[in-house]
């Protein structure tokens, strides 16, 4: 009998469990408030400008190919990326400015020689974070941390007796000061905190892995841009049959005898085998199971940064700039305190400029750039964001001249401006955080919502809000556990 599935939200996570339940042999409709697949991973255009709206930073693009190849589809005819051999410039206020090679060899050369740091304390650290990735990997991110046989494995055995080299108890920032000396190298080594939403003053030194994603697996770039990632995706659904539900807002899950028995939108009512849930684990609590009891440790974890971002539209080109560009603030500690102490924006925030036009000309008009100008900021907590906005901006505008030396107003011709707040309501995103909970303490990774509900039979959670976290490759990742944890439909 074909059995149904219901997909509740079409974010990359949402689109790449659809596609597993499909390739499973199950009936799958996916629900969807907004008018596109994607969530977060969306794009607008204006005034000739196109800019994609969310991600900027693809890495492990093997976690999307894999999805062609479930349906034996040759990825490169429906998908294509190409390898970053820069992978970000760093811009200081001292004048300092480093390109960040990735090649390993190139990268520690330079880095050397510019930061006067030992070369094999740099090529050490890169070792260990390999190291630490290869440990972990496979069992933080790969199963679920909620089922007993996770811990009958060889990869948990591995992780176990090498425990005292995963650095579990002391912070990031605390790790990369006993190990560089140069302030500024500490700096792009604590930068990684932030690609999971979290602090480098708090989150645990094990995250000294992530430098392993840009520099031993490599950055890349989505042919068409990011949006392509969810767009291609959509396409392969479509072609597989998934039904899609546009503008349909899931408002309950139904459920009798500890079972599911489907949903209700706010057009009808449908019912399902499975339902498979991608809105954010907070708000589905909240809005579709008001009669299930909360899990309240794990909704209460702390969330992950959000982001301020001007989208600017720039009549000039920067040869100084690449596709990933930092430029770092002088008090890098109160930047944080003040995105997840006080809720605020510091008076020197680091500030990323992402160019895809850079990569992709048709992004931006002829001699033209189009600027994705974003800080790391504060979930939604009722702040005054018309004004923070206006007063950020301002900040923004007088760094980035000192820097660049230039009046970047004289060149701004468009702009768009999204704030947590506008995170918040269109993807349900708790807070507007883009990682869903934050990494700030060691016990971050078993706090998260488990892949599947102790309460309710046949509902199962997937996207940046539960295990393993946010960011592309780990929705994808969450997708993933949630398939192998439902049986094939025979
Ligand atoms: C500004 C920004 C920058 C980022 N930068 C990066 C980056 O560089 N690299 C990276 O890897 N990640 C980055 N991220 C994080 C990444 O975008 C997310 O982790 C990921 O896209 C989340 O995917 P998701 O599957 O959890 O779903 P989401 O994208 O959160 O989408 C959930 C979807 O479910 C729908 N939905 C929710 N509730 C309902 C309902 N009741 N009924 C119907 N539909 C519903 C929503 O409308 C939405 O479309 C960034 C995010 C943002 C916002």
Partial sequence: MNKRVIIIGTGISGLAASLRMRRKGYEVIAFESNDYAGGKITDFQKNGYRWDMGPSLFTLPSYIDELFELFEAAPRKYFNYHLKKNICNYFWEDGTRF???????????????????????????????????????????????????????????????????????????????????????????????????????????????IPHLEMGLGTYFPQGGIHEISQSLYRLAQAQGVQFHFNESVEQILHSNQQTTGII??????????????????????????????????????????????????KKIFPELDLHNILFSQDYEKEFEHIFDKKSISSDPTIYINISSKEEG?????????????????????????????????????????????????????????????????????????????????????????????????????????????????????????????????
């Fill in 99 to 209: 390109s960040a090679a990735a090649s390993q060899e190139v990268f520690i050369k330079e880095a050397s020689a510019l930061f006067n740091e030992d070369a094999k304390t740099i090529k050490k650290y890169l070792d260990r974070s390999k190291l630490k990735y290869d440990l972990t990997a496979p069992l933080f991110l790969e199963k679920s941390l909620h089922r007993k046989e996770t811990y009958f494995s060889l990869a948990t055995f591995k992780a176990f007796v090498n425990s005292y080299r995963l650095h579990l108890f002391h912070s990031l920032n605390t790790l990369n000061r006993s190990v560089f000396k140069s302030e500024k190298l500490v700096q792009i080594f604590n930068r990684f905190a932030t690609y999971n939403g979290s602090t480098p003053y708090k989150t645990p030194a094990i995250m000294s892995l």
């Fill in 265 to 314: 939108t706010n057009i009808g009512q449908y019912p399902s085998d499975i339902v498979i849930c991608n809105m954010d684990v907070f708000a589905a609590y909240d809005k579709l199971l008001p009669n299930l009891k909360k899990p309240i440790k794990t909704l209460q974890q702390e969330r992950s940064s959000s982001a301020l971002i001007f989208y600017w539209g720039i």
């Fill in 362 to 490: 048709s992004d931006a008009p002829q001699g033209c750039e189009n600027w994705f100008v974003m800080i790391n900021a504060p979930g939604n907590y009722g702040q005054d964001w018309e004004t923070l906005k206006k007063e950020v901006r301002q900040r923004i505008v007088k760094k980035i001249n000192r820097i660049l030396k230039v009046n970047i107003e004289e060149y701004i011709e468009a702009e768009e401006i999204l704030e947590p707040m506008t995170i918040e309501s269109r993807t349900y995103s708790h807070k507007g955080s883009l990682y869903g909970a934050s990494s700030n303490s060691q016990f971050a990774a078993f706090l998260r919502h488990p892949n599947f509900s102790k309460q309710l039979k046949n509902l199962y959670f997937c996207g940046g809000s539960v295990h393993p976290g946010g960011g592309i490759p780990l929705c994808l990742l969450s997708a993933k556990i949630v398939s192998n944890l439902i049986p094939v439909n025979k």
